[in-house]
């Protein structure tokens, strides 16, 4: 079902999803010509303007792939040198753990509901529904609560102006929610009980309603504090996420198999609850780490 999914959001995105970057050409700027006879009588000034006409951007046009633009190699040298900013690294370490703990627990979770007391079988998918619910409790949460707490903040202030760091703290509630998920998730399925898949689906849910502070608050947070890079954040934050979640799933189906639920999902708890603290420290001095590498800002 997620190879089909996946083909069927390859062809919709290739043919109704045209390409959103658009360089303008740069014109030459106008030039002046300056005439001074000896007799300094006659004073003679040009200026020529360029008129440029672009052609209609058409359906066909939108479909073009493997457009180059220079400087491809400096466009990668930036991405990595967005790795010197802390911000990034916390966000990182947001998305990363969450993002590995929810795909491991998906992947998991039909095979505890497959087998005894469960036997759940064609229907052990349904164990993923927590996931939609706390995805959607999630989003309404941080909808909710971030613009309103960024405007409360900014009324407070004597210039009505707010940091970026008191958004940190709407993140803790859902990473700590997400942390005890992920236990309750693990000892729940080292322990099956009759009314065991109830503990599976809340531990799905609490994680999914924690991963959705990472891209609400973490990548607003990192568009406050790098106004001139996001865009190169947000391809190292996306990289460091996808190398860390893959190599926390790559292994954790043989992890569960030999030494049950509640060892692996015990310590993705430890680690997630780890970085949770350390987004404390950010929310006192992030703005001290953010001057500190102003330097390497372009």
């Known amino acids: ?57 058409t359906y066909l046009r939108s479909l ?43 992947s998991s979770g039909p095979s505890f509901v497959a087998q ?9 998918g349904l164990v993923n529904l927590g996931g939609l619910v706390g995805s959607a409790l999630g989003g309404l949460y941080t909808y909710l609560i971030v613009d309103w707490l960024t405007k409360r903040r900014a009324k407070k202030d004597k210039d009505g102006i707010t ?50 502070q990472a891209p609400s608050v973490g990548f607003n947070y990192i568009i406050e504090s790098y106004p001139s890079v996001p865009g190169d954040c ?15 799933t790559f292994f954790v189906g043989s992890w569960v198999e030999d030494r049950g639920a509640a060892e692996p999902y015990g310590i993705f708890g430890m680690v997630q609850g780890l970085i949770a603290l350390i987004t404390v420290p950010y929310i006192f001095y992030g703005k001290r780490f953010r001057i500190a590498t102003a330097k390497w800002v372009r």
Request: charged share 10%.
């Open 1 to 57: 079902m997620n190879v089909i999914l996946a083909a069927v959001t390859l062809v919709l995105c290739f043919f109704f999803q045209s390409e959103t970057l658009y360089e303008r050409p740069n014109l030459s700027p106008p030039s002046t010509l300056e005439e001074n006879e000896k007799s300094s009588i006659q004073h003679i000034e040009s200026t020529a303007t360029e008129t440029v006409e672009y052609p209609p951007f």
């Open 64 to 106: 073009k792939i493997g457009i180059y633009r220079p400087g491809l190699a400096q466009n990668f040298l930036n991405v990595i040198l967005t790795l010197r900013l802390p911000g990034v690294w916390l966000v990182s370490f947001w998305y990363a753990g969450l993002v590995g703990a929810m795909v491991a627990m998906t």
């Open 116 to 124: 005894a007391p469960y036997f759940w079988g064609r229907n052990a």
């Open 163 to 212: 940091e970026p760091e008191p958004r940190l703290v709407i993140a803790l509630p859902g990473l700590a929610i997400a942390t005890i998920g992920t236990l309750i998730f693990g000892f729940v399925g080292e322990n099956p009980s009759s009314k065991g898949w109830l503990g599976l689906e809340f531990g799905v849910g609490m994680v999914a309603f924690g991963l959705m």
């Open 234 to 248: 947000f391809v190292a934050i996306t990289t460091v996420r996808a190398t860390i979640a893959f190599a926390w």
